[in-house]
């Protein structure tokens, strides 16, 4: 092909692509959808390398938290627990009240139930245990051993002042 | 544009900045979508080839070094992305993967300016006809001559995206044009050459 000929043809396909406004008009671009789609892609190829939350500070970042959650669990069985045993320090008094009150003890197993809590002082509170664990019920149970105790020194303390108003008289 | 800078660009991508790769982005993306496009002359594949190319890039980061050509090395994965798509789709049994979706381009096209009828179908008809020659061109040439005409690589480039020597390039170059014009222009007019395939080609 000679330099001539060159020109020719050269000359004629620009002609061609100028006439037709190839590629100074038509608006071929990648969509907008598309240029979201890689500059994400971009964006999360190097999330990785930015100083992000490590699975070591999400570790730390909740163990304040957890600790002072711990903590407050621990002091409030505390309490619990020395409460309960205060109070069954003072429970284990009540025999030297009865002493002192002049209150007799009859056979546990004549008791009915609901005669540990009446103020006829009649029984001691072991009565009420034994029968219930021979029931399968909770004889052990701290709390209920608590409960019960209280309110059988409330019936005593009731039975004591009426005897002293009586007398008295 | 700085073949120097787009470097630093990448480099700064690949330790973590993404202001960086926004900025290659904007330099690159239209260039680029033509040529893909030009070549797959179907929409969606069109997309698929930028969507894949892009996230090759991506993926290679840390193997980026500045002694290559940014644009050189992104057109090599583009030009080595389209191949692989060609390879699919022979192996999908679609005989010219090239071919695809010819309607749909021809109804894209957008109007010339051109307020008369007369000169708009002309333009418009011109338009096909120069698709139509590309399309015809053998792959080879056809690479060459987008990889030209889009990209704006020089024929050094051209030759080192390709894999092949310079004079190749050269070559296959002036056959592309010279079945251009045939197909586009039968009637030749003897007027001086002015332009940058004439000055590389040695014309």
């Given at each position: 092909m000679s330099g001539r000929e060159d020109k020719d043809e050269l000359e004629g396909y620009r002609r061609a692509l100028l006439r037709a406004h190839?590629?100074?008009?038509?608006?071929l671009e990648p969509p907008a959808e598309l240029d979201r789609i890689v500059l994400r892609a971009a964006r999360l190829a190097i999330e990785p390398q930015r100083p992000a939350i490590t699975p070591a500070a999400h570790r730390r970042r909740w163990a304040v938290p957890a600790s002072v959650a711990a903590s407050v669990l621990v002091a409030l069985t505390l309490v619990i627990d020395l409460g309960a045993h205060s109070l069954r320090s003072i429970f284990a008094a009540a025999p030297t009240l009865q002493a002192t009150t002049g209150m007799s003890s009859s056979s546990p197993a004549d008791?009915?139930?609901?005669?540990?809590?009446?103020?006829?002082?009649?029984?001691?509170?072991s009565t009420i245990y034994s029968r219930l664990a021979a029931n399968?019920?909770?004889?052990?149970?701290p709390i209920f051993e608590v409960v019960i105790r209280s309110a059988r020194l409330t019936a005593q303390g009731a039975s004591t002042d009426a005897r002293h108003s009586s007398a008295s008289r | 544009m700085d073949a120097e800078e787009d470097g630093e660009l990448m480099l700064r991508y690949a330790r973590g900045d993404l202001r960086a790769f926004e900025k290659l982005y904007r330099r690159y993306r239209r260039p680029l979508y033509r040529y893909l496009s030009r070549h797959a002359r179907n929409p969606e594949a069109a997309n698929d080839l930028f969507q894949e190319v892009w996230s090759k890039l991506i993926a290679s980061r840390d193997r980026y070094e500045p002694r290559a050509k940014f644009r050189t090395f992104l057109y090599r994965i583009a030009h080595n992305s389209f191949i692989d798509h060609c390879r699919r789709s022979a192996v999908r049994g679609?005989?010219?993967?090239?071919?695809?979706g010819e309607e749909d381009w021809a109804g894209s096209v957008p109007a010339p300016d051109e307020d008369r009828p007369d000169m708009r179908l002309q333009a418009q008809q011109t338009i096909m006809r120069f698709r139509a020659a590309v399309a015809a061109l053998p792959a080879e040439q056809r690479d060459v001559f987008l990889l030209y005409?889009?990209?704006?690589?020089s024929l050094e480039e051209i030759a080192v995206v390709t894999g092949v020597g310079m004079e190749t390039a050269k070559s296959r170059l002036r056959y592309a044009v010279a079945k251009l014009r045939r197909a586009l222009c039968p009637a030749p007019q003897p007027e001086p050459a002015t332009g940058r395939i004439a000055e590389e080609t040695g014309a």
């Amino acid at each position: 092909m000679s330099g001539r000929e060159d020109k020719d043809e050269l000359e004629g396909y620009r002609r061609a692509l100028l006439r037709a406004h190839l590629y100074t008009r038509e608006p071929l671009e990648p969509p907008a959808e598309l240029d979201r789609i890689v500059l994400r892609a971009a964006r999360l190829a190097i999330e990785p390398q930015r100083p992000a939350i490590t699975p070591a500070a999400h570790r730390r970042r909740w163990a304040v938290p957890a600790s002072v959650a711990a903590s407050v669990l621990v002091a409030l069985t505390l309490v619990i627990d020395l409460g309960a045993h205060s109070l069954r320090s003072i429970f284990a008094a009540a025999p030297t009240l009865q002493a002192t009150t002049g209150m007799s003890s009859s056979s546990p197993a004549d008791a009915p139930l609901g005669s540990d809590v009446q103020p006829s002082g009649s029984g001691y509170p072991s009565t009420i245990y034994s029968r219930l664990a021979a029931n399968g019920g909770p004889a052990k149970e701290p709390i209920f051993e608590v409960v019960i105790r209280s309110a059988r020194l409330t019936a005593q303390g009731a039975s004591t002042d009426a005897r002293h108003s009586s007398a008295s008289r | 544009m700085d073949a120097e800078e787009d470097g630093e660009l990448m480099l700064r991508y690949a330790r973590g900045d993404l202001r960086a790769f926004e900025k290659l982005y904007r330099r690159y993306r239209r260039p680029l979508y033509r040529y893909l496009s030009r070549h797959a002359r179907n929409p969606e594949a069109a997309n698929d080839l930028f969507q894949e190319v892009w996230s090759k890039l991506i993926a290679s980061r840390d193997r980026y070094e500045p002694r290559a050509k940014f644009r050189t090395f992104l057109y090599r994965i583009a030009h080595n992305s389209f191949i692989d798509h060609c390879r699919r789709s022979a192996v999908r049994g679609e005989s010219r993967c090239e071919l695809e979706g010819e309607e749909d381009w021809a109804g894209s096209v957008p109007a010339p300016d051109e307020d008369r009828p007369d000169m708009r179908l002309q333009a418009q008809q011109t338009i096909m006809r120069f698709r139509a020659a590309v399309a015809a061109l053998p792959a080879e040439q056809r690479d060459v001559f987008l990889l030209y005409e889009e990209t704006g690589l020089s024929l050094e480039e051209i030759a080192v995206v390709t894999g092949v020597g310079m004079e190749t390039a050269k070559s296959r170059l002036r056959y592309a044009v010279a079945k251009l014009r045939r197909a586009l222009c039968p009637a030749p007019q003897p007027e001086p050459a002015t332009g940058r395939i004439a000055e590389e080609t040695g014309a």
